[in-house]
């Protein structure tokens, strides 16, 4: 259990990102995605063969044809704005995050992020 002072500035901190442009263009960019039905149908599409894909690899058997399928799917995901601009929204919105995460780790002294670069 993290002491309350901890816990206050942890929210003040919280609220403090929900103001960075990062953010504010993250949620709107997740908006746009959810309300393209078009790229909502193809995640799922996505999503279910990539679980069929691994539970075969999972057994032993490598399916070429779904492979290709995924990344066919993979391709015009990719082609669709509402993935692109979510993805780079993200991407920035990490970004920010993890520049936080350096200075706390700096004054710190000790490199937080190390664990997940492993």
Same mark, same amino acid.
């Given at each position: #259990?993290? $002491?309350?002072? /901890?816990? @206050? +500035?942890?929210?003040a901190l919280?609220?403090?990102?929900?103001?960075?442009?990062?953010? =504010?263009?993250?949620? @709107?960019? @997740? =908006?746009?995605? +959810?309300? $393209?039905? *078009?790229?909502?149908? #193809? %995640?799922?599409?996505?999503? +279910?063969?990539?679980?069929?894909?691994?539970?075969?690899? #999972?057994?032993?058997?490598?399916?070429?044809?779904?492979?290709?399928?995924?990344?066919?799917?993979?391709? +015009?995901?990719?082609?669709?704005?509402? /993935?692109v601009m979510?993805?780079e929204s993200?991407? &920035?919105?990490?970004?920010? %995050?993890?520049?936080?995460?350096?200075? %706390?780790? @700096? &004054?710190? *002294?000790?490199? /937080?992020?190390? /664990?997940?670069? &492993?």
């Amino acid at each position: #259990m993290i $002491d309350e002072e /901890v816990r @206050e +500035k942890a929210e003040a901190l919280a609220e403090a990102l929900m103001n960075l442009q990062e953010y =504010k263009d993250f949620v @709107e960019m @997740e =908006k746009n995605l +959810k309300a $393209d039905s *078009e790229a909502q149908a #193809m %995640i799922l599409e996505f999503q +279910k063969k990539q679980q069929d894909f691994v539970t075969k690899q #999972m057994s032993g058997v490598f399916d070429n044809e779904l492979l290709n399928e995924l990344t066919d799917l993979q391709s +015009k995901l990719n082609a669709r704005e509402s /993935v692109v601009m979510f993805i780079e929204s993200y991407n &920035r919105l990490l970004s920010a %995050i993890g520049e936080i995460l350096d200075l %706390i780790s @700096e &004054r710190l *002294e000790l490199d /937080v992020g190390e /664990v997940y670069r &492993r």
